[in-house]
């Protein structure tokens, strides 16, 4: 069974930095592409990265563009986002995702992706 656990999430100041971990287990994940997603309240899920588990190919939403790193350590089997220069637009509850797509694809659509962690909440104050 598939386990993705993300943690991380936490109250930070505008302009500070936080780095969300994913662990993954349950499955072999070399053809995998992992990704997170961010939901803020009264709003849709919104793509902001991705990673082939494989190659490393990241892929970005373009509001996180240049702010965001996602990176991947196959040893540990888990999932970085690293967050910089926070603002209070990024609160939201971030999601991890696991997606085996059948072509070399970048997806960056929630239905794209077969299983997901529970979420960990960042709030960023101004």
């Known amino acids: 069974q598939v386990q993705l656990v993300e943690s991380g999430g936490g109250l930070v100041q505008a302009g500070g930095s936080l780095r969300l971990p994913c662990a993954a287990s349950?499955?072999?994940?070399?053809?995998?592409?992992m990704g997170w997603f961010r939901q803020a309240p009264g709003k849709e899920r919104e793509f902001v990265a991705g990673v082939t588990w494989s190659g490393g190919n990241v892929f970005y939403g373009n509001s996180v563009k240049g702010q965001f790193t996602i990176s991947r350590d196959n040893g540990k089997n888990t999932v970085y986002l690293q967050m910089n220069s926070l603002k209070p637009e990024d609160t939201a509850v971030y999601y991890c995702?696991?997606?085996?797509?059948?072509?070399?694809?970048?997806?960056?659509?929630?239905?794209?992706?077969?299983?997901w962690g529970q979420g960990t909440q960042v709030t960023v104050f101004s």
């Open positions: 349950g499955r072999t994940f070399s053809s995998a592409v």
């Open positions: 995702a696991a997606g085996f797509p059948s072509g070399s694809y970048y997806p960056a659509h929630d239905s794209e992706y077969d299983y």
